[in-house]
């Protein structure tokens, strides 16, 4: 699991929301840790958003205001939900047992926890420039196991996968800001916008990637390591890694959009 479709909703008439999850994916939602991922992501996009806001509006607006609005777009409860009702569309029932028996216990149980612990720890940003220059002291210290991790990027599409997400998600963002006045983007411009930041962002997200995975998977020996790696490139390890990419990267193209109609009304509402 770095971050398939097949539906099947039961109406549940005491069910507080509109759908209800099945013991199963529910399981396994617990087992990956998601809703402390969801929190770190949550933490995350109220931090970004509120530097946007400093970036698009400048000094004069209610910053107070704003962050009541940023924490509306980022609510716990409404990213919790989008993720367990997601999980169960993006994976099968059959998958999702696969899933739940390799991460409920022994290896898979440990690699969850230390993938959350180090997915919270390197939202910050001294330890994401460590576990960087970390993943780049390996390439000649430990070069056995740097090569592990590298070509289970590649196998897994991880750059790929998240360059499309980072992609959607920042054309949803400029997208809506282009209701604006001053910024009359069409299609053309922003994909010109974005394709002039692909190497760049290409490049953050090996480095990112690494880091991540090289501090995460630190504790576990080469045999050890070796045998999640072997699991993560299996159909089933690669049906899970899909579902949880679509499901955040549909997280992040919702929130990017509404937060970008939040900085249009209140750029809108500070001309009139």
């Not at 529910?26 to 931090?47: F, M, P, V």
């Not at 704003?66 to 409404?78: G, R």
Request: aromatic share 10%.
């Amino acid at each position: 699991m770095c971050v398939i479709w097949r539906s099947l909703f039961f109406w549940c008439l005491l069910a507080p929301a509109s759908f209800c999850q099945t013991d199963i994916h529910d399981e396994l939602y617990d087992a990956l840790y998601l809703q402390k991922i969801i929190k770190t992501l949550h933490n995350e996009g109220i931090e970004h958003a509120i530097e946007s806001g400093k970036v698009y509006l400048g000094q004069d607006y209610d910053a107070d205001s704003f962050e009541n609005a940023v924490k509306k777009i980022y609510n716990l409860k409404m990213m919790d939900n989008f993720t367990r009702k997601s999980l169960i569309q993006k994976l099968s029932k059959e998958k999702a047992e696969v899933a739940l028996k390799f991460f409920s216990k022994g290896l898979g149980a440990r690699v969850a926890l230390l993938e959350t612990s180090a997915r919270s720890a390197i939202s910050y940003k001294e330890v994401e420039a460590a576990a960087v220059q970390m993943a780049k002291d390996a390439k000649s210290e430990d070069t056995a196991r740097y090569s592990m991790l590298e070509q289970n990027i590649k196998d897994l599409e991880l750059v790929e996968l998240n360059m499309t997400g980072a992609f959607s998600a920042q054309y949803a963002f400029l997208s809506n800001l282009s209701a604006l006045d001053e910024m009359p983007l069409g299609n053309d411009d922003i994909v010109t916008l974005l394709l002039e930041s692909e190497e760049e962002m290409r490049q953050d997200i090996v480095d990112w990637l690494m880091g991540f995975t090289h501090m995460a998977y630190t504790p576990l020996s080469d045999e050890e390591l070796k045998a999640y790696l072997t699991f993560l490139t299996s159909a089933d390890g690669k049906a899970l890694n899909l579902a949880l990419f679509h499901i955040f990267n549909g997280l992040s193209i919702q929130t990017s959009g509404d937060l970008a109609d939040v900085i249009v009304s209140f750029r809108k509402a500070r001309e009139l």
